[in-house]
């Protein structure tokens, strides 16, 4: 079972597409949780419309807060770290579980737009074995049970993320798993009130993983 997260706001019209993508491209057995902030009606309304759920976020209002408040929420063997700007390819799924051996608990989807990810280097939006996240935990500094750090306001969420399962090899990127991102940078979306958030906090963000970079670099040593 996939628990596929999609951390939305204020984007209430996206939900039915996103779920209905998610639900046409996505082969094996699947829950699509749109995980949302309390306030936020209008996408709760649309998740139920959509025959989607919902998880409130009970943590900071970043993405972080929304992926980890799910995390603790729901209960399949896989969690999907998506986005409301995603488009899944048929088969994103079969592809990305084959690479689960035992040892990987990260596999990493092709988002056809971040040059480090084309290259395998990267993943803006990974698929994570639970056992990985329970056992191991996904921050280095919170042990087991932790998913992503909540420092951040939004930017290098995913870095730090992958970073230290890179670190521990405990990655592979799979980039026969398409979940295109269409991002308002490259001309996809339009830019609204939600990346306006996350621009103004980039200066701290940047200077927050500076500071803990060394915690999972030093892990390969």
């Known amino acids: 079972m996939i628990d596929i997260l999609i951390p939305t706001y204020g984007r209430a019209e996206r939900i039915a597409a996103v779920a209905a993508n998610i639900h046409t491209a996505t082969t094996g057995r699947h829950h699509v949780w749109f995980c949302v902030e309390r306030d936020d009606r209008a996408s709760v309304d649309a998740a139920f419309d959509a025959e ?7 943590g900071p209002r970043s993405y972080a807060g929304a992926i980890n408040s799910a995390y603790r929420q729901v209960v399949g063997e896989y969690l999907f770290c998506g986005a409301d700007d995603l488009h899944f390819v048929p088969g994103w799924d079969t592809a990305a579980l084959a690479l689960f051996d035992g040892w990987t608990g990260v596999v990493g989807t092709n988002d056809l737009l971040n040059p480090y990810v084309l290259q395998g280097m990267h993943s803006t939006h990974s698929l994570v074995a639970r056992w990985y996240l329970d056992h191991i935990g996904g921050v280095v500094d919170e042990g087991p049970g932790s998913f992503l750090h909540e420092g951040y ?8 993320f992958i970073g230290t ?15 295109r991102h269409l991002h308002q940078s490259a001309g996809f979306t339009p830019h609204d009130a939600t990346h ?7 200066g701290a963000d940047s200077e927050l993983y500076d500071a803990r970079r060394p915690l999972w670099q030093n892990l390969s040593r």
């Open 165 to 179: 399962a890179k670190a521990r090899a405990r990655f592979r990127p799979c980039l026969d798993s398409v979940v």
């Open 196 to 202: 306006d958030k996350a621009e103004a906090t980039y």
């Open 52 to 58: 989607g759920m919902c998880v409130f976020n009970e």
């Open 153 to 160: 306001g939004h930017n290098y969420t995913d870095t730090e």
